[in-house]
């Protein structure tokens, strides 16, 4: 009878150990953050869930400068963002126009959070709005081409270290000829 007792005394400490252990995992795989270690095309290639708003990405990356002393850099620069806007536009299409269409109606159907997502659905709105107010004034207006190319910059950690060292040597440039047409 004891041993019955105890056989049944561990079953249940066993399976209240194991359904913490299955609570703990569900936990980590929903507040997965191991893309901040990761490059763009690492993140797409692993599929990682990217639930985390662009707030969230932000906050990240300032916390990022703060330690490494570096500094902040763009919402576009940040690998997870770019990772991202790739998954997004790789489920999209673009008309004779050059007009985006999504296929994807929510964050999920995507592997991102939902704030991402509505993030890009503002962003493409916006331009197909400059394309098609273009296309009411009969002006030409070139519209970004999805294409192999754009999506390899996207992942592209190196063209985008080059851009964000031009914008920052541009930025210097500027400031000393508006300082010398002060003086």
Request: aromatic residues 8%.
């Amino acid at each position: 009878m004891k041993i019955m007792k105890f056989i049944a005394l561990l079953t249940l400490v066993l399976l209240g150990i194991t359904s913490c252990m299955n609570e703990s995992s569900k936990t980590v795989s929903t507040k997965d953050d191991s893309f901040k270690f990761m490059t763009a095309k690492e993140i797409v290639e692993s599929g990682v869930s990217l639930n985390v708003t662009v707030a969230e990405l932000e906050d990240m990356e300032r916390e990022s400068v703060s330690r490494s002393g570096g500094d902040e850099r763009p919402l576009w620069t940040i690998p997870a963002y770019r990772a991202a806007h790739y998954r997004f536009v790789t489920h999209a299409k673009q008309n004779e126009n050059g007009i985006l269409i999504w296929t994807a109606k929510r964050g999920a159907d995507l592997n991102m959070s939902d704030d991402l997502f509505n993030a890009f659905v503002r962003e493409f709105e916006s331009v197909n709005g400059w394309i098609q107010e273009c296309i009411e004034k009969g002006e030409k207006c070139e519209p970004i081409w999805i294409n192999e190319e754009y999506l390899s910059n996207v992942l592209d950690d190196e063209l985008i270290e080059e851009r964000l060292n031009f914008l920052k040597e541009s930025r210097v440039m500027i400031n000393k000829r508006i300082k010398s047409l002060e003086q």
